[in-house]
């Protein structure tokens, strides 16, 4: 924007000088050019409409562009953070450590936590949704996919 205002001082400092003389000689028409300096005028006025106009174009892709970004951060959050409840609930689960009994009373209480947890899952899969439907399909955030999510889950519900 900077460049564009010190072309407009300069075309308008050189407007300034040229048009009082020329006027003064009554100058119609330069047999050097065929330009006019009414050509002139509205050939910089249409370039001064045509990088509002991209400016304005370049404000909202911008927008567009951020608004795409946090929408994948937010669905990373949720499927990195959902990932590694999966994770370790499954260790604990699959952990022989325990005595018997310790380890029903463990599956029992994590199988209530998992079914408390789909509605994360749920969550997860409606970022998703906007994120295709925003036509985004990649994300450098994380490596879940709502799929891979999904499928996780229901194998951990059915162990327990």
Known sequence: FMLLSTSEKFCRKIQSKTTPYLRSYHVTVNPYTWFTMDSL???WQSLLRAVKERDLMIEKETLRQEQREELRK?????ANKFS????TTKQKLTNNRYRLEDQRDLIESKHEEIKKKRAVLREIED????????MIFDNRYTTHSTVTLAQQSDQL???T
Do not use: I, K, R, T
């Open 84 to 87: 590694e409840w999966l994770e």
């Open 157 to 159: 519900n059915e162990f």
């Open 74 to 78: 937010a669905y990373a959050a949720q």
């Open 41 to 43: 005028e509205d050939n």
């Open 127 to 134: 970022l998703s949704g906007h994120l295709e439907q925003s």
